[in-house]
């Protein structure tokens, strides 16, 4: 199962940056992503869960990553800006999944789809993120 959510996080990913990039219609993109990809390999439910809810949460989104980044999110590179959506929304939506994992998840997606070092700007925004928004839970760590 949680290969299966990795897999589905990574699509979910790719199709975001498109939906950022291109302005598409999230629904077109999920199911242009439906057809091309084999639906055993991922958990469907999730990517579509997440390329849907990303966008319909998106002010809610930013306005968590506001105080964690250090510039204005529209400068972010554009993959490492779809991956702090996606572990921001896994944070305040999925609260059941540990938020190391939410971050390790992140970190992982930014190693295979972002920048040289992107992977160290997610981690240390994702990071803040969780603190603010899983206090308890970051507390503990």
Known sequence: MSRQRSRSRSLA?????QWQ?????VGSIVSHFM????????DTEYFQELVHGVPSRLDELDAAL?????RALD???PVERAILRLGAYELIQHPEIPY?????????LAKTFGAEKGH???NGVLDKAAR???PLEAARR
């Open 13 to 17: 990913i790719q199709a975001l940056y």
């Open 21 to 25: 990039m291109a302005g598409q219609d």
């Open 35 to 42: 057809l091309e990809q084999d639906g055993k390999k991922f």
């Open 66 to 70: 506001a105080d964690c980044v250090d």
């Open 75 to 77: 400068s972010v590179d």
């Open 100 to 108: 190391r994992v939410v971050i390790n998840e992140a970190v992982e």
């Open 120 to 122: 160290r700007y997610v």
């Open 132 to 134: 603010a928004l899983r």
